[in-house]
């Protein structure tokens, strides 16, 4: 090489951002199908809506804007105590119909749900606050697709446990959730009714709209009176379900302090129980993961619903040779999130469920803070009424910070490093739950290698957040037990003989 020869500098590609500022902005683009919610509801019990016996009413109010958009009943034992009436008079003669007729009713509810698709859509966004197009494309066809499948089975039960019989338990208490009201009403109803059971099925105080809806469709679709019935109101209502005498199972969804109420409540009465409860969900990211495609994973995992999901990834744990990497691309991906009005097509993360849910997602991460943990916000402008919160990263912390142990149930990260896969497994067990995990690697081997190290219900491959209805869905530890969907779930509400 001459002397004179100049050195030529080569230049690393640097990968470019489009930021747009202020510059451009999505157009609004709000829901214009009518919700259909009445302004008042009293109680579904034995096919027909009646007055609450307690005399007392209490204001559904919608998270998007804080305003009342109907007035539900408010049970108490004596409306609770009728509604055991109803489908214990409704329980012989349905648990003797010819399975096929069950499903043919199971068929009916789905299609009705189908034909108003887009109006139970709508309100589940109002009496929740979830961006109508998750209510849409999510909540709305899976309940569907539930009451499809479990219509499949009700004359086919024979093969869901070859050599046995298997029976109807009776009459099954059933207290569902606020995060998805909907859907935790067909993963309960579905089952519970192709096996011949009848039902008392409380929603919560929060969301009770889509569940007195759905009774219009019950009422609509012709089913016997009583075999549904749908009781409305706090936690006093809820424990009378528990505690009657008349229920041969109880099937909760919800916390897991108030699941173990519920154990406590049950032990030495002879009811079968099932609890789905909460979790810590881990989303393991190894360095061998095709990276863009885990970020998207790890968004999904986490503000799918505003965070309120029982198996959100809200432990991310990230193999340290590609932590900067995963979290500039975060933090960029998160930018793009739009938060705001529920109604809006364009919206990403919409209204916490509640002012109280608010108060202790907030409360949560100022704990965590002063606890030590770096917080990260990206810029974004929050809607002045309604409750929301920005989607929020706690980096800097270990397993000892409250916001690492604890379940925020809101669009809350906390972000650790792992070195080796004995680590990043140790790490993801070291929770009191035991509900969902993800694994984000190219390599099958190191997949499975790794889920069945980890003590979780669920463990999604280079996903995260797929349910359907063949698949059981459940937990371990403070999680809960019992299974929900598919052919073990069938089961949890039928008596093998």
Same mark, same amino acid.
């Given at each position: 090489?001459?002397?004179?020869?100049?050195?030529?500098?080569?230049?690393?590609?640097?990968?470019?951002?489009?930021?747009?500022?202020?510059?451009?902005?999505?157009?609004?683009?709000?829901?214009?199908?009518?919700?259909?919610?009445?302004?008042?509801?009293?109680?579904?019990?034995?096919?027909?809506?009646?007055?609450?016996?307690?005399?007392?009413?209490?204001?559904?109010?919608?998270?998007?804007?804080?305003?009342?958009?109907?007035?539900?009943?408010?049970?108490?034992?004596?409306?609770?105590?009728?509604?055991?009436?109803?489908?214990?008079?409704?329980?012989?003669?349905?648990?003797?119909?010819?399975?096929?007729?069950?499903?043919?009713?199971?068929?009916?509810?789905?299609?009705?749900?189908?034909?108003?698709?887009?109006?139970?859509?709508?309100?589940?966004?109002?009496?929740?606050?979830?961006?109508?197009?998750?209510?849409?494309?999510?909540?709305?066809?899976?309940?569907?697709?539930?009451?499809?499948?479990?219509?499949?089975?009700?004359?086919?039960?024979?093969?869901?446990?070859?050599?046995?019989?298997?029976?109807?338990?009776?009459?099954?208490?059933?207290?569902?959730?606020?995060?998805?009201?909907?859907?935790?009403?067909?993963?309960?109803?579905?089952?519970?009714?192709?096996?011949?059971?009848?039902?008392?099925?409380?929603?919560?105080?929060?969301?009770?709209?889509?569940?007195?809806?759905?009774?219009?469709?019950?009422?609509?679709?012709?089913?016997?009176?009583?075999?549904?019935?749908?009781?409305?109101?706090?936690?006093?209502?809820?424990?009378?379900?528990?505690?009657?005498?008349?229920?041969?199972?109880?099937?909760?969804?919800?916390?897991?302090?108030?699941?173990?109420?519920?154990?406590?409540?049950?032990?030495?009465?002879?009811?079968?129980?099932?609890?789905?409860?909460?979790?810590?969900?881990?989303?393991?990211?190894?360095?061998?993961?095709?990276?863009?495609?885990?970020?998207?994973?790890?968004?999904?995992?986490?503000?799918?619903?505003?965070?309120?999901?029982?198996?959100?990834?809200?432990?991310?744990?990230?193999?340290?040779?590609?932590?900067?990497?995963?979290?500039?691309?975060?933090?960029?991906?998160?930018?793009?999130?739009?938060?705001?009005?529920?109604?809006?097509?364009?919206?990403?993360?919409?209204?916490?469920?509640?002012?109280?849910?608010?108060?202790?997602?907030?409360?949560?991460?100022?704990?965590?803070?002063?606890?030590?943990?770096?917080?990260?916000?990206?810029?974004?402008?929050?809607?002045? @009424?309604?409750?929301?919160? &920005?989607?929020? #990263?706690?980096? $800097? +912390?270990?397993?000892?910070? *409250?916001?690492? =142990?604890?379940?925020?149930?809101?669009?809350?990260?906390?972000?650790?490093?792992?070195?080796?896969?004995?680590?990043?497994?140790?790490?993801?067990?070291?929770?009191?739950?035991?509900?969902?995990?993800?694994?984000?690697?190219?390599?099958?081997? @190191?997949?499975?290698?790794? &889920?069945?190290? #980890?003590?979780? $219900? +669920?463990?999604?491959?280079? *996903?995260?957040? =797929?349910?359907?209805?063949?698949?059981?869905?459940?937990?371990?530890?403070?999680?809960?037990?019992?299974?929900?969907?598919?052919?073990?779930?069938?089961?949890?509400?039928?008596?093998?003989?």
């Amino acid at each position: 090489m001459s002397a004179k020869t100049k050195k030529v500098e080569v230049k690393k590609a640097v990968a470019r951002e489009l930021l747009f500022g202020d510059l451009w902005d999505f157009d609004p683009a709000p829901e214009s199908a009518p919700a259909g919610i009445s302004e008042r509801y009293g109680l579904f019990i034995g096919g027909e809506f009646v007055e609450p016996r307690s005399g007392e009413w209490f204001d559904s109010i919608s998270p998007r804007n804080e305003e009342k958009i109907s007035e539900i009943a408010l049970a108490n034992d004596a409306d609770v105590d009728a509604a055991y009436s109803a489908a214990g008079k409704a329980f012989p003669a349905w648990s003797k119909l010819a399975g096929a007729e069950r499903g043919k009713y199971l068929y009916r509810l789905a299609r009705l749900l189908q034909d108003r698709a887009r109006e139970f859509a709508v309100a589940e966004t109002l009496d929740g606050g979830k961006p109508i197009k998750e209510a849409r494309d999510f909540d709305v066809p899976m309940a569907a697709a539930h009451f499809f499948y479990h219509a499949g089975w009700a004359d086919k039960l024979e093969y869901a446990a070859p050599g046995r019989d298997l029976k109807p338990l009776g009459v099954v208490g059933q207290v569902i959730p606020w995060n998805f009201p909907l859907l935790m009403l067909a993963w309960k109803l579905a089952p519970a009714l192709a096996l011949g059971n009848t039902v008392v099925l409380k929603p919560s105080e929060t969301t009770s709209v889509t569940a007195l809806k759905f009774a219009e469709l019950i009422r609509d679709a012709g089913l016997p009176k009583g075999v549904v019935n749908i009781v409305t109101g706090a936690g006093d209502t809820g424990a009378a379900i528990v505690r009657h005498p008349a229920a041969a199972k109880i099937a909760f969804t919800g916390s897991t302090g108030v699941g173990k109420w519920i154990q406590r409540e049950l032990a030495g009465t002879g009811k079968r129980l099932t609890l789905e409860l909460g979790g810590k969900g881990a989303n393991i990211i190894f360095e061998d993961a095709a990276i863009d495609q885990a970020v998207e994973g790890i968004i999904n995992g986490i503000f799918f619903n505003q965070g309120h999901v029982c198996c959100a990834g809200s432990r991310l744990l990230v193999q340290e040779s590609i932590e900067a990497e995963v979290m500039k691309k975060l933090k960029l991906r998160m930018k793009s999130l739009r938060v705001g009005d529920p109604l809006d097509k364009n919206t990403d993360i919409g209204a916490i469920n509640s002012k109280a849910q608010l108060g202790r997602i907030s409360e949560m991460v100022e704990n965590g803070v002063a606890e030590g943990a770096e917080m990260y916000q990206p810029e974004c402008k929050l809607p002045k @009424k309604g409750f929301y919160f &920005a989607p929020t #990263l706690m980096g $800097g +912390v270990s397993q000892s910070h *409250s916001v690492v =142990k604890d379940e925020i149930f809101g669009p809350v990260l906390s972000i650790l490093n792992f070195r080796t896969p004995e680590e990043a497994v140790e790490k993801a067990n070291n929770t009191s739950y035991g509900l969902s995990a993800g694994v984000w690697t190219d390599k099958g081997s @190191k997949y499975l290698q790794i &889920a069945t190290q #980890l003590k979780s $219900g +669920v463990v999604w491959g280079n *996903s995260f957040n =797929k349910f359907d209805p063949t698949s059981p869905f459940g937990g371990f530890k403070q999680s809960g037990f019992g299974r929900e969907g598919g052919r073990q779930g069938l089961l949890e509400y039928g008596e093998l003989v």
